[in-house]
C-alpha cells in the first residue's frame, strides 16, 4: 500500500513537505484512505520516502490542522472521521469491487454538437507553445518566462504581505466596478510618464494582459462593416480576434521602419491597430516620420488607433521612442500595455489607457467577462513595482538579454542567417528569412526531433502559406547555448 500512495515525482515543483501533503490529500479525496485508517508513523514514512522525520511531521501536523487528520496519543495519526470530503465524492471502492451502478454515472455523449455550436473558430491559428519547453536542449521559444532571470524571493515577499491581514479586505473582497487603486496609482504615476503619457485614474483599466484589452476594444470598436488596418505580419491573435468582429479586415506591410502608411485602406479606414516600439514579430520601430503621417492621417481621415506598446522594457541598445499616444493631442490613440512580458507570461496582468467614455465601457464589459482580474494578483504586482523590484527586475533582463543577443547576432552572423533589418533596440528575439524555398513550418518539425524548438511564421501572415520567416528568441536559452542551437537550425536549412 506504501508504494501505491506514497511516492515522490521528483519533477513536480512543490516542496518536498508540500508532496507528501499533496499524495495524503489525493489519497483520501478518491477513497483510498478511508475515515478512521491509521497513517504509517513519521519514522516509517520518513524512511520510506528517504526523507527527514520533521518533514513527515511537519506535513501531519498541517493536515491535521486542516481537518484532514486526527492525532490520537501514543497512536499516531488517523484520517479523521469528518474530513472535509464531499457526499458525493466517487467511491473509488465501489467501483474497484464492482459495487452499485450508482456509485457512478456511465455518460455518453448523444448530443450533435456539430450543429449545436454556433461558432466552431476552426480558423484561429493559434501559435504552439510545449508545455514541456524547458526539457529541450536548444528552445528556441518566444513569450515564455526563464526562471533564472526572475527575482523570486521579492515576487513571493510580495505575495505575502498581499495576503496578509492588513491588504486581505482589500485583496479577498469583490472589486466589482474597480481595480486595485495602488495598482492604478502605479501605472498612473510611474509606467505612463516614462512613455510620455499623462493619465487621470478613470482612463485606465486593469485587464487580464494586454490580449484581453485588445479583445474588449474590438468589442466595443469594430462591427461587422468596420474598416480595420493591422500589420503584415502581425500577432496572430489580434489578427483572429478582429476577424470574429468584421469582414474588412486588411493588412499594411512592415519594412525596417515599421508599417508603410501608403495605400487606398489607410484613407478607408476606421481603426488602425499597430505595435509601433515593437512590431510583432520582426521586431521593427516605427519611424518618426511615419509616427506623425500616421497622426495626421488619423485626424484628416477621422480613424482612431490602437497602439500596443509591447515589449518597450526591453529596449537596452537604445534610447526608447516615446509612445504614439504621448503626441496623441485629441483622444484618437488607444494604449495597450502589460506586465506579463516584463515579469512573467502566466501573470496575465496588462492595462488599457483610453478617454473616460470609452473606460467606463470597457470595465462594464470587463465585469460580464471576467467582472475583475484577481485582487491578490494585482495587489501583489502593487508591491512589487511600488517596492522598486520591478525597477531592479528590467535592469536585470537588460543587462542578460544584452549578453544574449550579443551571442546571438553573433552565431547568426557566422552561418549568413542574421538580417541586416534586426532590431536595433533590443528585444528578444529575430525574426529572420531563410532561403526562399525554405519552409519553416517543416524545418520546426525536423528541428523538433533534434531537441530544437523554434517559431515557424506562417500564423503571422494575413493568410497561412508556406513561409520562409521563422522567429528564434533568446529569452528562454542561455547564452553558452545559443551558438549550437544556431548551428542545428543552419544545417538542418542547409539539408533541406
Known amino acids: 500500500m506504501y508504494n501505491l500512495i506514497f511516492k515522490l515525482d521528483p519533477q513536480l515543483g512543490t516542496s518536498l ?115 514541456n519547453w524547458r526539457e529541450y536542449n536548444y528552445p528556441f521559444v518566444y513569450g515564455q518566462a526563464d526562471q533564472t532571470l526572475f527575482n523570486h524571493s521579492e515576487w513571493r515577499d510580495c505575495a505575502r504581505q498581499a495576503l496578509g491581514l492588513r491588504n486581505f479586505g482589500i485583496t479577498a473582497g469583490d472589486f466589482g466596478q474597480h481595480d486595485d487603486p495602488m495598482l492604478v ?28 484589452a485588445l479583445y474588449l476594444l474590438a468589442q466595443l470598436l469594430v462591427s461587422q462593416d468596420s474598416h480595420v488596418v493591422i500589420e503584415e505580419p502581425t500577432y496572430p491573435d489580434l489578427r483572429d480576434i478582429l476577424r470574429l468582429r468584421t469582414n474588412n479586415l486588411h493588412s499594411c506591410p512592415v519594412d525596417e521602419n515599421g508599417i508603410i502608411l501608403d495605400g487606398e485602406d489607410l484613407t478607408k479606414a476606421d481603426l488602425v491597430v499597430i505595435t509601433p516600439s515593437h512590431q510583432c514579430p520582426t521586431t521593427a520601430t516605427l519611424s518618426a516620420d511615419r509616427r506623425q503621417d500616421l497622426l495626421t492621417s488619423a485626424q484628416k481621415d477621422d480613424f482612431l488607433i490602437i497602439e500596443d506598446d509591447y515589449e518597450f522594457e526591453m529596449n537596452f541598445l ?78 536585470k533582463l537588460r543587462r542578460r538579454l544584452a549578453a544574449r543577443r550579443a551571442v546571438m547576432s553573433e552565431s547568426l552572423a557566422q552561418v549568413g542567417l542574421l538580417d541586416t533589418q534586426a532590431a536595433k533596440f533590443g528585444g528578444t528575439s529575430f525574426w529572420i528569412y531563410g532561403p526562399q524555398t525554405l519552409d519553416t513550418t517543416a524545418l520546426a518539425a525536423e528541428l523538433t526531433e533534434q531537441s530544437v524548438l523554434i517559431e515557424p511564421g506562417a500564423s503571422f501572415f494575413f493568410e497561412e502559406t508556406r513561409t520562409n520567416a521563422m522567429r528564434l528568441a533568446y529569452s528562454s536559452i542561455p547564452a553558452s547555448k545559443i551558438p549550437a542551437g544556431v548551428d542545428l537550425v543552419a544545417k538542418a536549412i542547409a539539408g533541406r
Do not use: C
Request: no cysteine; hydrophobic share 35%; proline share 5%.
Open 185 to 212: 496609482e502605479y501605472i498612473r504615476t510611474r509606467t505612463l510618464p516614462a512613455r510620455g503619457i499623462i493619465a487621470s485614474s478613470d482612463e485606465i483599466l486593469v485587464t487580464m494582459g494586454a490580449q484581453n
Open 318 to 395: 537604445e534610447k526608447p521612442a516615446p509612445a504614439l499616444k504621448s503626441k496623441d493631442a485629441d483622444g484618437r490613440v488607444l494604449y495597450v500595455g502589460s506586465f506579463s512580458k516584463s515579469l512573467f507570461p502566466g501573470l496575465r496582468l496588462g492595462y488599457l489607457v483610453a478617454p473616460a467614455p470609452v473606460i467606463k465601457s470597457a470595465r462594464k464589459l470587463r465585469h460580464l467577462m471576467l467582472r475583475h482580474p484577481p485582487g491578490h494578483l494585482q495587489r501583489t504586482a502593487a508591491y512589487f513595482l511600488a517596492l522598486g523590484h520591478y525597477d531592479a527586475q528590467i535592469r
Open 17 to 131: 513537505q508540500g508532496q507528501v501533503r499533496e499524495m495524503i490529500v489525493s489519497a483520501i479525496l478518491d477513497r483510498s484512505l478511508q475515515p478512521g485508517d491509521r497513517l504509517p508513523s513519521s519514522r516509517e514514512l520518513a524512511e520510506h520516502l528517504g526523507l527527514s522525520r520533521n518533514t513527515i511531521t511537519f506535513a501531519y501536523k498541517a493536515l491535521q490542522d486542516d481537518g484532514y487528520l486526527s492525532a490520537r496519543h501514543r497512536s499516531g495519526f488517523y484520517v479523521s472521521e469528518d474530513a472535509p470530503v464531499s457526499d458525493t465524492a466517487l467511491d473509488s471502492t465501489s467501483i474497484i469491487s464492482g459495487g452499485q451502478a450508482s456509485a457512478q454515472t456511465i455518460r455518453t455523449d448523444s448530443v450533435g454538437w456539430q450543429n449545436r455550436l454556433l461558432s466552431h473558430y476552426e480558423d484561429i491559428r493559434v501559435l504552439q507553445k510545449p508545455l
